[in-house]
């Protein structure tokens, strides 16, 4: 009764939007903690072992995260149509065993091509050959979570993922120290390390999800998903060029061993900020789901048009303040003096504005509208820039050039999804393209100046000027928040 119950509740648009900032608060907090335990790991890593043995430790989790692109194309669908089953029936039976049984098939696919694309990662990773089956029995282990994961978020239980998360991180630096007082540290060790953390949240997701499924395989429902599916096979292959793992790909062919542990240190200050938005839109697509399936768009188009900028700006006002306490405190908490350490920071976390819209806004709204063909001409140009950027930046401006690439993958994909939000949703977001402009200045600034608080200086001046100039749509924002602010602490 108690499962029925809490199931009931979650399925009403009004629960997703009572809780979106409770849930919102939730997920920053285990996310903060970790990332911190995140940060205590490869503190420990460079500290004891070097960045290296850190360096290889994150070649093989990038081969291993680029071959899970090849099996986790469907897990879009268990998203979309799993939460569209779980509104309308409290459960994900059907689009659950469908999809799978086309992951399992999957899965299967790449074990058997396994001798192939592992000696191809050893390769142009410059990876041990030892790394071999590290690489394989990872990809296993990410690939079963990935489809937990997915789960989670169709039954909304969007806290269950932050939960998770923090105990897999928890169990990682319990291995580290284990390793550290007891063993050799180690590439090997340490991966080992990782992998029983992710065997230990595996199991633990088997436990929580199984309540919400019967195992019912049926032909209409795996058609079902894999027409859902196969417009996002091509973007999925592509998405990979998008990554910083591409970023490893080239750093580790055209740069020393030890610049990619110094570039890895600085992406997880990076992939944590990046993580805030993408939380918010994870907790913002089931709400989107469950206002199209109630037909109130009405209420999303008036989201887009008039809050998201405002969203934006103080994201952008936040990042430009973070940006400058990470170029302070890094290089004395993990002992690294690298010559572009700074600008390569700030350009990431500034650039983070870029995918904010895309994260909040674009990509939930398009996915619960079920267009998905858009998501093709999107991975093409965003995998275009960050692969013709690292190609021919890298070699000349070396780790900065990859930074730049990177962020201009998130700005090409901002301006097609802006395009195609205006032209084919006929959706004006024009102040969302506007309000990118603070962030484009401190991103530019970084070309002809190294102080930090000129640039830092000209971004807030920017945000301020536009906060003005938009300071109604401002007040209906914080008098939104102020409103689900009293629900949440009621309910």
């Not at 997703?16 to 907090?29: Q, T």
């Not at 049984?101 to 390769?123: D, E, G, K």
Request: proline share 3%.
């Amino acid at each position: 009764m108690k499962f029925r119950n809490e199931a009931e509740n979650r399925v009403s648009v009004d629960w997703d939007k009572n809780n979106l900032l409770r849930n919102y608060v939730f997920n920053i907090s285990t996310q903060f903690i970790s990332a911190l335990i995140s940060f205590l790991v490869i503190w420990s890593i460079t500290r004891y072992a070097g960045t290296e043995v850190l360096a290889i430790v994150v070649a093989v989790t990038a081969g291993s995260q680029t071959i899970l692109l090849f099996c986790n194309w469907t897990s879009i669908a268990l998203l979309r149509l799993g939460t569209e089953e779980f509104i309308k029936t409290e459960k994900i039976t059907y689009i659950y065993s469908a999809r799978f049984i086309l992951f399992i098939f999957n899965v299967l696919v790449l074990i058997l091509l396994y001798p192939f694309w592992s000696s191809y990662l050893i390769t142009i990773l410059k990876l041990p050959s030892a790394a071999t089956p590290y690489l394989l029995v990872q990809f296993i282990i990410i690939s079963i979570l990935a489809h937990f994961t997915a789960g989670f978020q169709a039954v909304k239980l969007l806290r269950m993922q932050g939960i998770l998360l923090v105990v897999e991180k928890s169990i990682s630096l319990i291995g580290i120290g284990l390793i550290y007082f007891f063993f050799t540290m180690n590439w090997e060790n340490i991966i080992v390390a990782y992998l029983i953390a992710s065997t230990v949240v595996v199991i633990a997701s088997f436990f929580r999800l199984n309540k919400y499924y019967v195992f019912k395989a049926e032909k209409k429902y795996i058609r079902k998903v894999l027409l859902f599916s196969l417009p996002l096979l091509p973007y999925a292959l592509t998405t990979f060029l998008t990554t910083n793992y591409l970023d490893a790909f080239f750093i580790s062919n055209y740069l020393e061993k030890n610049d990619l542990g110094v570039y890895s240190v600085a992406y997880q200050f990076y992939g944590f900020w990046m993580q805030l938005p993408t939380i918010l839109g994870g907790l913002m697509m089931p709400m989107f789901i469950s206002y199209i399936v109630k037909n109130h768009e009405h209420v999303l188009e008036k989201f887009l048009k008039e809050s998201m900028h405002i969203a934006l700006l103080i994201w952008t006002f936040i990042s430009s303040i973070l940006s400058f306490i990470l170029c302070i405190i890094i290089p004395q908490l993990f002992g690294i003096h690298h010559m572009q350490l700074n600008s390569i920071l700030t350009i990431f976390i500034l650039g983070t504005s870029f995918a904010f819209p895309n994260f909040i806004g674009f990509a939930p709204y398009t996915l619960a509208k079920k267009v998905v063909f858009f998501a093709l001409p999107l991975a093409i140009v965003t995998a275009g820039f960050n692969f013709l950027g690292n190609y021919i930046l890298i070699p000349k401006y070396g780790l900065v050039g990859s930074t730049y690439s990177s962020i201009l993958s998130l700005l090409a994909g901002f301006s097609i999804s802006y395009l195609f939000m205006s032209v084919y949703f006929k959706i004006s977001v024009t102040r969302s393209l506007v309000s990118l402009l603070p962030a484009s200045l401190g991103i530019l600034l970084c070309f002809w100046t190294s102080s930090l608080l000129i640039i830092m200086t000209c971004v807030l001046s920017g945000v301020i000027i536009l906060l003005f100039i938009y300071r109604q749509n401002l007040m209906s924002v914080l008098e939104f928040i102020k409103k689900i602010s009293k629900v949440s602490n009621r309910t």
